[in-house]
C-alpha cells in the first residue's frame, strides 16, 4: 500500500480519514466505565469476552474529553474530535442573550456531523443503539440507518428510526429508565440488528446508571460486566470487529460513611461575595438526575462583572476539595472546548468531591447508595479495548474519540 | 477552664500539646485505609462499629503525609509532626557520605521523640502494636513500656517488650507476615492488652496486605474489614476512646484487565539522557516486597550533576503517567519533608500509575493478583474516627497526625 497517496475506499470527516469496514464494526461505549470495572469483572471469572482480549486483541487506555460527562464524549466519539469541533459540552450551559440556562441536548447546537452519518451518506448501513433518548437525536443527526433508544423502543417507527417492532424482535420488555435493564436493552438489539441487519458500522451506549451505584468488583457490578459480556462474545462470534471504550469513568466522593463531599459553590461564593457576583452552573444537569443528584466534579461559572472574575477564581481555588480553577481561555485551550460555551471560569474539584450549586437546590432523596460520580480529571482514563490485533498505533497520547479510526484504520 | 494558662495535666512534644488521658485511648492506624473500604464494608452491613460512628461518634477525613508510605505517617502519627520534623521519610534515602542507599528503618535515623515515650515518661501506662516488625523499633524508640510486633511475638520478652508469653495470653498462633491474620493479631493483642493492663495509651498499627490485594467492597476486603470492627466493638465496650486513621490509600494501579502501568523512570533517563546522568531511588523499597513489587506512585532521583538537574526534570515531566515533578527544595515546602534526605527531584505519578526504577530490578512474580498501591498525591485523603463526639476541632486542614490530638484534647 502507498502511503504518500490516500488508499481507495476511505472518507474524510472533520479533518480525519477513516477506511471503509470491510466487515462489521461495533464500537461499544460504556458509560462510567471506569477501567477497574473490567479488571475486577475478569478477575471474578465472569468476563471471559474482555479476559480474551489480552492474548487474541488490543487493550489500551485513553483520556476522554473533558468535562468527564456523558453527551459531551459521545459526541466526540462519533465525531471523532473534541468539543470545540463538535460544540457538545455539557448538558446546559448559559447562554447570555436569552439570559437563562439552556439545554444543549438538541441537534441545532451540534457544530460538526458524524463519522456514523457520513458512513451512511457514502452507502454503508448504519446502525445506532442509545440507553436514554437524550443521545438519540445527538447522535443520530444528519444519519440515514438505524437510531432508537431503549428507553422508547416501543414507540420506533420505520419511519423516524429505521425499523420498527422493537420489543418483539429484540424478546425483551420496555426497561425501566433507572434499570440495568435499559443498557442490557442496547446490547440485546445490537445482537439482534448483526443478525437480521449485519450493519457495517454500528454503534452501541449504555447508560451509568449500574456504575453510580455500584462499585467495581462488587456483585452489582459484576453481574453487570458479565451481562455486557455474554452480548459482546456473541456480536464477537457472529464476526464483528469490536472497539470497546467510555464516555468517563467514575469515582466514589464520600468519606468513609459514605456520605457525599460536596463543596456547595454557589452558597459559598453568595456567602463571601455576595450573592449577584457570580452564577454557578453545573453542565451535569439532566432531566435524569436521580442517582447522582445533579452532582460532578466539575462546574461552570459566570461572573456578572469581568473585574470581579480573578477575585472569584481566587476564592474558588481556596475551597477544600478544588482541584483546579481555569478562566475560559484557559479552559478552551486545555481540554478544547467551544469558549461561547463555558463560564468565565471553569472549576474542577479533585477526586472524592463534587460540586453543588446551592445546598436548597439539590434533591439527595434519589441517593439511596452512597454517592459515585464523574465530571472531573479523576474519571479522565477510559478503556480502549479491541478484540483484534491492530498495528501502527500512533505513539502520542490517546483519546477514547480515537476509537472509530483506530478500529477502521489499524486492525491488523 | 481559662485559656490564657495551659490546663493541669497536659504535656509538650513537638511544640504541641496533648492533655493527660483520663480514660484508656487507643490510637488505630489501618494500613492503607483508602475510605473507600469502610464505606463499603458499612454498606455490605459487615462493620456495625464503624456504621454506629454517624450518630455517636465523629467522622471526619485527613490528609496523610507524602510520600503516602507507612513509615513516615506512622512516624508522624505518633510523633504529631511531619517528617521535616521526625525525619522518617520513606525506606530509603541515598547518603552521598556513603555512596550508597541507606535503610532509614533504623532508630538512630528518628529526629524527634514521639508522644508514646513522652506520655510513659510521664508516668502513664503506654503499650504499642505493630503488625511488622520493621516499624516496631521505630515506634518504640525511648518507649518505656510494652511494645511488640505481632510478626516477631513468639520472641517478645519482658524485658524487651515490656510484655512476654505473647502466643498463649493473646490466645493466637504466629501469624505468617503475609496474611490478615498478622492484623489480627495486632487487634487481638489490643483487646489482650486492655483486658490485662489497661493502658492509659495503646497505639494499633496494622499491615496493609489485604488493601493491596483486593479492592473496596470485594469479599476479602469486606471480610477483613468486619475482623477489625469485631475487635473495635471489644474496645468501645471496655470503654476506650477510640480514633482511627490511616497511614495512606490504596489505589488499583493497572489497565483494564490489570496489568500494571509502571512507568520505568531509570530506564526511561538512561534510554534518553545517558546512564550516569541521574540515579532513581524508589523509598518504598523494603524488605517485604512481594505484594507490591516495590512499585508506588512516588520516587525521587539524585542528579550527578546539578546543572543537569532542569533537563532531568523536564525529560520526567514529559512522561506519560507523571503528576509532578518538584524541585528538592519545592518538595521539602511543600510536603514537609527533610531536605537532606530526598533527592534531587521528587516524582509523583499520578493515580493508576506507578514508578519503577529498571524493568530488570523489578521481580513482579509475587503479583499475583492485580497490582494496588500506594506512595503519591491520590492515595492522600484517609479517614479519622472516633467514638465520642469532639468539640472545637480546629477548622482547618485536618492531617493524619492530628489524630492523637483530636482524641485527648477535643473528645466531648
Redesign the interface.
Known sequence: MAHTTPPPHTLTINARSYRMPTRPVVIVCIDGCE??Y???A??AGVAPF??S??DKGT???GDCVMPSFTNPNNLSIVTGAPPSVHGICGNYFFDPEQGAEVLMNDARYLRAPSVLAAMAEAGRKVAVVTAKDKLRSLLGHGLQGICFSAEKADQASKEANGIDGLLDKVGMPLPSVYSADLSEFVFAAGVMLMERERPDLMYLSTTDYIQHKF????EGANAFYAMMDKYLLQLDAAGALIGVTADHGMN?K??????P?IVFLQDELDETLGGRTARVLLPITDPYVVHHGALGSYATIYVHDASDTPRVAERVRAL?GIQKVLSRAEAAATFELPPDRIGDLVVLSE??TVIGTSASQHDLSGLT??LRSHGGL?EQ?V?L?FNTRLADVPAK?LRNFDVISLALNHAA
Open positions: 477501567q477497574e473490567i479488571n475486577q475478569v478477575q474482555f479476559a482480549l489480552a487493550v489500551l487506555a462499585a467495581p468488583g462488587t466514589a464520600t468519606d468513609s460513611l459514605g456520605r463531599n477544600p477526586r472524592l447508595v452512597p479523576s482514563r478503556p479495548l497520547r
